[in-house]
């Protein structure tokens, strides 16, 4: 496939996409095949999967020819393998593969103790010699009790892909129970309400167990996977969350371990709006909302979202306090979200101390030149 000077500039500078835009002339390439990359001239620069429905229309996957991908796919589940057993530690949960920051773009696998989940997102990825291989290849190395598909129907519908059901693709088990930093989950993959902690906060979760202490708040608490790390530590923790689903695994979860912790259901600016306004009082809170900016367009209005957040966050905050605050948006920068937390401190009349900038736990390995792997913030600050 040929395609133009521009995407030539991008590869030599180390991206590994190419948009539909810059592909100058398709040859009659299958959708999801792996084709070699050339210039104008015939200049090799490598192969590439194919996507003949995506914007991104060549995802790299080496530099060299690939005669047999599944082979290479199979040597690169090795290779994300063995990355993970050597620096994840204390959880039985954690994501095994992670797209294009494992050199497998288009494929995501989770792993929850003997239950691995799996998500293709691209044609190349869902061929099926690929899945073949990939099925084999996971089972060899792990050997779980059963591996289940989580199907993004939306993202079949761009891909040109034709629809699949999410469930077990080998194996029966649709439930378990994981262990991260010595608590306990609930996981069940049923009816595609996949439950489980967001495994890219694991380290955060464990870091923020370290400060926590007193009377605590976990805001946009989810399943509670916060609030069960803050329980060891704190007289008293609080789960606040929109989705009363969340908040019956969240209490399933707070029993298993044998916890005491209050949840409700709220919408967490209203909450924190109320709670501030009655000048109620906390040791340690943590934000962790959904991605406020979808996109570069509404970053203003993610910022103001932010910023009123952590404001009333640390109004909050007794002195020696401490706040945890996240921030999932790509779109956000770290250096942003910084400036938002600063003026919050100012208007909340803080002096505060930032101890902790963090990222993704180190199974979500992040590639500098795909910038879109990076997108977790996670701060710890000290009023
Ligand atoms: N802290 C969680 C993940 C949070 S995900 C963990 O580590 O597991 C974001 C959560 O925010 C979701 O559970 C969603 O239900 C909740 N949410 C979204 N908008 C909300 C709102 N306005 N008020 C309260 N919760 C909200």
């Not at 439950?195 to 380290?203: I, K, N, P």
Request: charged share 25%; aromatic share 8%.
């Amino acid at each position: 496939m040929i395609i133009s000077l521009r995407a030539v500039s991008r590869l030599k500078s180390g991206h590994v996409w190419i948009y539909r835009s810059d592909v100058l002339s398709s040859t009659d390439a299958a959708p999801g095949a792996v084709v070699a990359v050339t210039d104008e001239r015939g200049r090799f620069f490598g192969s590439a999967l194919y996507s003949s429905s995506s914007q991104i229309a060549l995802r790299m996957i080496s530099s060299g020819a690939v005669p047999d991908f599944p082979a290479l796919l199979r040597e690169r589940v090795r290779n994300a393998r063995a990355y993970r057993e050597k620096l994840v530690h204390d959880t039985d949960a954690h994501r095994l593969i992670f797209s294009e920051a494992d050199f497998l773009p288009g494929l995501i696998v989770d792993r929850y103790n003997d239950i691995l989940s799996l998500q293709i997102l691209t044609q190349a990825m869902d061929a099926e010699p690929v899945r073949t291989a990939l099925l084999s290849e996971l089972s060899e190395q792990l050997k779980p009790a059963a591996i289940c598909e989580r199907v993004d129907a939306h993202i079949r519908e761009l891909e040109q892909l034709p629809p699949r059901e999410s469930g077990p693709l080998i194996g029966e088990k649709t439930s378990t129970i994981f262990t991260m930093n010595g608590i306990r989950f609930h996981f069940d993959v049923r009816e595609g309400q996949k439950t489980g902690a967001f495994l890219d906060q694991r380290e955060n979760y464990a870091a923020a167990a370290e400060y926590a202490h007193g009377e605590a708040l976990d805001v946009f608490c989810y399943q509670g996977a916060f609030a069960l790390h803050l329980a060891k530590a704190c007289e008293r923790v609080t789960g606040v969350d929109s989705s009363r689903p969340a908040l019956e695994i969240a209490d399933k979860n707070a029993l298993l371990n044998q916890f005491e912790i209050d949840w409700i259901e709220a919408n967490a600016f209203d909450l924190l709006k109320d709670y501030s306004a009655a000048g109620r009082q906390y040791d340690t809170v943590v934000l962790d909302p959904p991605a406020f900016a979808k996109s570069r367009k509404n970053l203003a209005t993610a910022l103001r979202g932010y910023k009123e957040l952590n404001l009333r966050a640390l109004k909050m905050l007794r002195p020696g306090g401490v706040l945890v605050t996240c921030s999932c948006s790509y779109h956000v920068s770290e250096g942003e979200f910084l400036e938002v937390v600063k003026d919050a401190a100012q208007d909340a009349h803080k002096t505060v101390r930032l101890v902790e900038k963090r990222g993704q736990a180190k199974d979500h390995p992040v590639l500098p030149v795909v910038p879109e792997t990076a997108y977790l913030k996670c701060l710890i600050l000290l009023a």
